[in-house]
């Protein structure tokens, strides 16, 4: 079966620190990958996704970036963190198809000071 | 543009009793997919069920359905003997064919009461 980790859980980093939030997907090949973000209280706002290495679409300009390196792994980075960053991030992955369900990882908590 | 729409922030049930979360949406796509997700405390999104607009039988997953009306653009889900387990966060959420972005509602609070 096909399982989906990140990390860190928990990160606190000071404002315009970098980022590194790693997602990996195992037990399945080239999936769609995806980073959401979830303010407090709120829904969930795709920001990256990705259908193949080193294939990234943005969907909200802003001071983030992904990668992803190879086929199972996406990264979120920030060369420089704002408070506005604050959030919880969620990776996600899918098959590659038109019906498929995204299935989502346990999510980064980052608090930015 | 696509919204989805939850009017209800939060919602309270005793255990073994039935409950009902409205989700509405707005598209002008006739083919599209339909979830619910449930998040709980450790906020991992988890898929509850799924609906395809072209069937127009409503979804099931044991103690889960859900009643697509898809003219009225609405889907609602039913909690069944509903369990403590099942306090958490529930979103409605929207997706197209081969688009890559699911559009989230804000989400219900659903509590349960013993």
């Known amino acids: 079966s096909q399982t989906i980790h990140q990390w860190p859980a928990t990160l606190v980093q000071p404002v315009g620190s970098p980022l590194s939030l790693e997602c990996t997907v195992e037990?399945?090949?080239?999936?769609?990958l995806y980073w959401y973000r979830q303010a407090a209280g709120r829904g969930l706002q795709l920001l990256f996704y990705?259908?193949?290495?080193?294939?990234i679409s943005s969907e909200v300009p802003q001071n983030l970036s992904a990668s992803r390196p190879q086929d199972r792994q996406f990264i979120l980075s920030s060369k420089k963190l704002l408070l506005s960053d604050s959030g919880f991030y969620l990776c996600a992955w899918s098959v590659q198809g038109g019906a498929e369900t995204q299935y989502f990882g346990p999510g980064t908590r980052l608090l930015v000071l | 543009a696509q919204t989805v729409t939850q009017s209800q922030p939060e919602m309270s049930v005793q255990e073994a009793e039935t409950v009902t979360l409205s989700c509405t949406y707005d598209?002008?796509?006739?083919?599209?997919?339909l979830f619910w997700y449930k998040q709980p405390p450790s906020r991992q999104m988890i898929l509850v069920i799924r609906q395809e607009a072209y069937k127009q039988q409503n979804a099931t997953e044991n103690r889960f359905s859900v009643n697509f009306q898809k003219a009225a653009k609405s889907f609602s889900l039913k909690i069944s003997d509903s369990q403590l387990g099942d306090a958490a966060m529930y979103f409605c959420a929207y997706r197209l064919p081969f688009a890559d972005k699911l559009i989230f509602g804000t989400g219900t609070r659903l509590q349960v009461f013993p």
């Open positions: 990705s259908v193949g290495i080193g294939q």
């Open positions: 598209t002008s796509e006739s083919d599209y997919y």
């Open positions: 037990g399945t090949s080239n999936p769609n």
